[in-house]
């Protein structure tokens, strides 16, 4: 094949994850089972998660299950690992800074680096289901872009301003092993500690060993 024949894949095109965001969170929730969340400590959520490579019915399973999950914690976005399965998938069902939802799913997701020109550092508070009744503030770009591809195999690329860039970013960080209390200081990171320990979750949760 010559240079002038080589075809250059296609750069995806973003998903629309705001249309229908109703119906399609609701689908997957019914069809899925509420699973407890694993918790800092889990030794699942110190390691990077395997790359998916069956793309099948119990790959469709695992993400209702994890609608179902996130919707039981509460949550905007959840990872693989925090329901105990060290696959790199994550769903999310967020709104972002203009209050518009967001709903969907990456398998094998990869944040995009983006230039600096294209984005700021916010230094909002995050939080975690896997961090139970803890807060602190978290300084992240405020744009973000992960492509990965769905639960079928096709690219897909979503992007996301504010809150949504926050999750984004805060679970695609679960899957390489890390919670967002790896990038505090020893001190806030103490004191995150201290909240969780002074409150009870309102999910449940499953036992470290």
Known sequence: MTQQEQTIPAVPEFVDDSVDAEAREAAHRERGTVRPITVVGNPVLHAPCAEVTEFDDSLAALVDD???????????GLAANQIGVALRVFVYDCPDDDDVRHVGHVVNPVVEELPPAERELD?????????????????RPDRAVVSGVDLHG???????????????????DHLNGYLYIDRLS??????????MAEGTPAYETVPNP
């Open 66 to 76: 994890m609608f179902a999950s996130q919707r039981a914690a509460s949550g905007v």
């Open 123 to 139: 230094d909002s508070n995050e939080g975690c289901l896997s961090v139970p009744g803890a807060y602190m503030e978290l300084a």
């Open 154 to 172: 096709n690219p897909v690329r979503v992007r996301g301003t504010g809150y949504f860039a926050r999750c984004l970013q805060h679970e695609t």
């Open 186 to 195: 020893k001190r806030e990171r103490k004191d995150v500690l201290r909240q």
